[in-house]
Nanobody
């Protein structure tokens, strides 16, 4: 019904930058919020950043000042611009969206994309 597709992650050196994108498609009436989560090996999934349809943002303390989330409502796309990357940022990043479809509103997840920071 609704599908989220993330861009490919990659291998980036410490201090480098990378931008992820996620496109939502399907029977979408409205996307209330979109965000990015990540999960490192042996750790729980955590919120990285989230943005509402109105533009309000929320960031994890660990990425404030380094990451920027944005969205293009017309394209049902969310971006995560990651700067000054650290080894601790290595994780699988998952796109998330709170989507109103034909029948109900629910959370959807992308398949995840690997981001590895090398030192």
């Amino acid at each position: 019904q609704v599908q989220l597709v993330e861009s490919r992650g990659g291998l980036v050196q410490v201090g480098g930058s990378l931008t992820l994108s996620c496109v939502a498609s399907g029977s979408i009436i409205r996307i209330n919020a979109m965000g990015w989560y990540r999960q490192a090996p042996g750790k729980q999934r955590e919120l990285v950043a989230r943005v509402t349809s109105g533009g309000s943002t929320n960031y994890a303390d660990s990425v404030k000042g380094r990451f920027t989330i944005s969205r293009d409502n017309a394209k049902n796309t969310v971006y995560l611009q990651m700067n000054s990357l650290k080894s601790e940022d290595t994780a699988v990043y998952y796109c998330n969206a709170d989507v109103r479809s034909t029948w109900y509103t629910r959370e959807y997840w992308g398949q995840g994309t690997q981001v590895t920071i090398s030192s």
